[in-house]
């Protein structure tokens, strides 16, 4: 038995039609237009409502007693009883952070026998980044 083989005419190539010009929608807008409504200059009424929503927000507060560098070497040589000298004096105030960002300085207190931090001044913003610089 014989197979004959029957030649297959290749494909038409697809002719290119030219691409379709856009319309101009006329939802459309320039990118100069505004899209946001203005914001309300009335900031007295909507901030108490605004703040109400993120009271509840818990956040992580520290009490920095001091800093201090090391080598590996000390470290590795620590051991139970070991003092580390942090830099700062005995009576100096205690740094507040919150989530890590400097707040206040407080002082130590004792609080029904647990210890406690007693805020005496509040970090404004710039007094923030002349700390953030020593």
């Not at 700062?88 to 609080?111: F, K, R, S, T, W």
Request: glycine share 6%.
């Amino acid at each position: 038995m014989v197979e004959e083989t029957v030649p297959v005419a290749p494909a038409p190539k697809p002719t290119p039609q030219p691409a379709p010009k856009p319309t101009q929608a006329s939802n459309v807008k320039a990118a100069s237009e505004k899209v946001f409504k203005p914001l309300n200059t009335d900031a007295g009424q909507a901030a108490p409502r605004e703040l109400e929503m993120i009271m509840d927000i818990p956040v992580k507060l520290y009490v920095e007693l001091g800093r201090t560098r090391i080598t590996i070497k000390q470290l590795l040589e620590l051991t139970q009883g070991s003092v580390v000298e942090l830099e700062g004096l005995a009576g100096d105030p205690m740094d507040i952070l919150i989530n890590g960002h400097l707040v206040a300085q407080g002082e130590v207190v004792v609080v029904d026998e647990k210890y406690g931090i007693r805020v005496t001044e509040i970090i404004t913003p710039s007094e923030r980044a002349q700390k953030l610089n020593q």
